[in-house]
């Protein structure tokens, strides 16, 4: 079956630590793979969209990789801030109209 | 910065009663979708819709549920007969030429459906 996994355990890490967040997908062959930001009681929010062919996407202090052999996106926060603290969303489309999302990490900052 | 607008912003209602929620999307977009999000889980596709027609659906979009953009500006969900399970926030999205693939999907606040 297909599957997006994020791990579900909320990620702590104190702040100026760079945040590390895991996206492993199954029997999907995603062209395009995106992270969203989902702060509570809101709708999610783009961050970066990585294609199949880039290795590597950074804007500001974030940066994505996806590598297709290993089927799995890390998603990066340097030098963390608490207002970095909310829910991450990998998102993939299966090359229908719908983009389908994973279950989230909540990452948390502590100052 | 242009953003994606829902009312209402909360609703309750009893079970078996019509609901509609209202989306103005992006005013140049062209691709719009649902999403709903059960407290606590992952946000999950309903539909999608573009030239005035579905383009894809997701088998909880049963035939309870239907879409409409009827002036143009205005991008609805209508669900006809609530259920408790329907409970949910339900998230309006827009993104423009080319589809989600080719950037960002930007979504509204929500309106937060409770059913009793």
């Known amino acids: 079956s297909q599957k997006i996994e994020q791990n579900s355990e909320a990620l702590n890490i104190q702040e100026g630590k760079t945040a590390t967040l895991t996206c492993n997908y199954t029997n999907y062959s995603p062209a395009y793979l995106q992270w969203y930001r989902q702060d509570p009681g809101r709708g999610p929010v783009f961050l970066l969209l990585?294609?199949?062919?880039?290795k590597e996407k950074r804007k500001e202090r974030l940066k994505v990789t996806f590598d297709t052999t290993l089927k799995q996106s890390l998603f990066h926060i340097t030098a963390s801030q608490p207002a970095d603290s909310a829910t991450y969303l990998c998102a993939i489309s299966d090359n229908t109209d719908k983009l389908i999302f994973g279950t989230g990490t909540r990452l948390q900052v502590f100052p | 910065e242009p953003e994606v607008t829902q009312t209402p912003s909360h609703q309750v209602t009893q079970m078996g009663q019509e609901v509609i929620l209202r989306c103005v999307p992006i005013s140049n977009h062209l691709y719009f979708y649902w999403y709903r999000q059960i407290l606590g889980q992952k946000v999950e596709f309903l539909v999608s819709?573009?030239?005035?027609?579905?383009?894809?659906k997701s088998e909880i979009f049963d035939d309870q549920f239907s879409v409409e953009r009827p002036d143009g500006s205005n991008f609805t969900l209508k669900i006809r007969s609530t259920k408790l399970e329907d409970s949910a926030m339900y998230f309006c999205a827009s993104t423009g030429v080319g589809g989600f693939n080719t950037g960002e999907l930007f979504f509204g606040e929500g309106s937060r459906l409770t059913v009793l």
């Open positions: 819709f573009y030239n005035n027609e579905i383009s894809e």
């Open positions: 990585i294609r199949e062919n880039e």
